[in-house]
């Protein structure tokens, strides 16, 4: 797709124009926020964040990368074909020898690879971070989990033996607990790296929130795998939502409730108060061990808050207890929820008692419509009008430390969407999903053109002078291009790494030349100079 330059000069005359517009928010009287008292963390103000997807961010200790065995019980549920770590600089598109032995297709074989992301290649990047001027991180799921999205858990307290240095001795110890007892929880060489990983960061100045998965588990997690077991004699029977047992007799099989029907992630089970006793226990107490490591209630070797995936799908009343929970560990901890819907069913998340922000789509949703679009792109006005309503909708200061992004490991990249704007609406989430994913013949996979990047240098500049919080998705600042999920979970892009040209399409098909892999230094560049320009103007 190529994007007219005028087009280009002509968003970003009227990006400044609403940029200089918008009133000072700390002295507009007829805001809602300076009208409630704030309830956020100061320093979540100033953050700029950076979303990492451990598996696919570096791998620092080839030692400890996943073997077969350690996907068994995630899909696509193969775990006897041929199988190797893949290799971290490989067309994304081509199969590898081993791969094509299982004659599977490539959406097939993409849920199957492993490129070895570990907590390790993190800490080796945090210089990097720094020099960007990140100074708060987002970590995708930790825990123990056989998927590359560890949303499957096995365990909450305890961080992958695959991201750590002894993955062996790790599952030893934790073989050797009792899973919903904390007097019995060993610290694992991976939970020990993990708390290195957060004093390193700490020490940066960079603040390290958690991805929290408390909507459900997945099939490995003990509590689950006992249900199966045992059935109505099982002591985890009112873990999770049973629709029927596997009953002889009754001619019944064993049924339970899947996230959205999805039988890899077991639903926790709620009454009219949120997750019932039982899962609720172990959620607060998992809560306490990584906000206050060694229980002494000096904080500051903990985590600084939580992402709370799916959010939406649990009971208010439980977000109020466990806010009230966190908050009593770490009063300064940032809750962060996903919550993809329009601002009248954000509302009563924002009010003070469950969460201090959310991950901020319907401010991408808004740039998409207007920066991105071509075709269907609204007007400066109505855009500026998204923008104020998102600004005036929420009390206590919430606007301050709302995560401003585009993509993420849901959607896809910023830079992919410029060459695909015109397909839909980003804002009509479900849709869109369908119509992003790369197995669309309409979606262009490709290298974004120069004229695409030039828009994502302009949405750069309106989430770094925007009021809020940015949050970059690992890689886009690199340039880095996917359809959504798996497309937008490449491996991150190194300058010390050599990567294959994209020669292949989704169907197997060859491009008509190779498309270069590489850091995209202009665009870096960019990223680096507006972030050093928020972070010196305290009015930004």
């Known amino acids: ?81 041929p199988w190797k770590i893949s290799p971290w600089g490989a067309d994304w598109y081509e199969l590898q020898p081993w791969e094509k032995e299982n ?19 993190v800490i ?40 750590g240095p002894d993955p062996e001795g790790d599952r030893k110890l934790i073989d050797s607990e009792v899973f919903d007892d904390p007097s019995t929880w060993k610290w694992t060489s991976a939970d020990k790296l993990v708390l290195e990983l957060i004093k390193k960061a700490h020490g940066m100045g960079i603040r390290v929130i958690f991805d929290g998965v408390f909507n459900h588990m997945g099939l490995k997690s003990p509590p689950f795998v006992d249900l199966k077991k045992n059935q109505h ?3 985890f029977k009112d873990w999770f939502t049973v629709k029927s047992w596997d009953d002889e007799k009754a001619g019944t099989k064993f049924e339970y409730e899947g996230w959205f029907g999805h039988k890899e992630l077991p639903e ?36 600084d808050g939580w992402r709370l995936d799916v959010a939406f799908c649990v009971k208010h009343n439980f977000w109020k207890d466990w806010r009230t929970h966190v908050k009593s560990i770490n009063p300064e901890a940032y ?92 804002g009509d989430w479900g849709k869109w999903y369908g119509i992003s994913w790369a197995g669309n013949k309409d979606y262009n996979p490709k290298k974004p053109t120069s ?11 309106l989430q770094m002078t925007y009021v809020g919080a940015p949050m970059i998705y690992y890689g886009d600042e690199v340039g880095m291009w996917g359809a959504n999920d798996p497309d937008c979970r490449k491996p991150m892009v190194w ?3 050599k990567y294959q040209s994209e020669v292949y399409n989704p169907d197997g098909t060859k491009r008509p030349a190779p498309e270069e892999v590489s850091v995209n230094h202009d665009l870096l560049a960019h990223y680096k100079k507006l972030i050093s320009i928020r972070n010196a103007h305290t009015a930004l």
């Open 335 to 426: 809750l962060t929820a996903e919550v993809i819907d329009p601002i009248d069913v954000i509302k009563p998340y924002l009010e003070g008692d469950e969460f201090d922000a959310v991950m901020n789509y319907n401010f991408g949703f808004a740039a998409a419509d207007w920066i991105m679009a071509e075709k269907t792109r609204i007007t400066t006005s109505e855009f500026n009008q998204k923008l104020e309503d998102l600004r005036d909708a929420f009390p206590g200061g919430v606007e301050y430390v709302q995560q401003n992004l585009f993509g993420s490991h849901d959607a896809n990249r910023v830079a992919s969407h410029a060459m695909n704007a015109d397909l839909g609406r980003y």
């Open 124 to 163: 080796e990047k945090l210089p990097y971070l720094k020099d960007l001027g990140i100074n708060a991180i987002y970590l995708n799921p930790l825990f123990t989990s056989p998927s590359l999205h560890k949303y499957d858990g096995v365990t909450y307290h305890h961080i992958d033996p695959t991201f």
């Open 1 to 81: 797709m190529e994007i007219p330059m005028k087009t280009i000069v002509n968003l970003a005359t009227a990006l400044v124009f609403v940029l200089v517009t918008i009133p000072s928010l700390a002295g507009n009287g007829d805001s809602v926020m300076s009208k409630n008292k704030e309830f956020v963390p100061d320093w979540a103000k100033d953050a700029i964040w950076y979303q990492i997807f451990p598996e696919r961010f570096r791998n620092g200790d080839p030692g400890n990368d996943p073997k077969l065995a350690d996907i068994d019980g995630a899909y696509p549920h193969d775990a006897t074909s």
């Open 451 to 461: 004229e695409a990047y030039a828009k994502v240098k302009l949405f750069a500049i």
């Open 495 to 497: 300058d010390d790494i």
């Open 268 to 303: 926790l089970k709620e009454d009219e108060n949120g997750i019932v006793a039982g899962p609720k226990k172990y959620i607060f107490d998992i809560t306490k061990r990584w906000m206050d490591p060694n229980g002494d209630g000096i904080v500051s070797d903990g985590i």
């Open 103 to 121: 004659g599977k297709d490539i959406w097939f074989n993409l849920q199957r690879r492993r490129y070895g992301g570990d907590l390790q290649g």
């Open 233 to 235: 004699e099982s002591r």
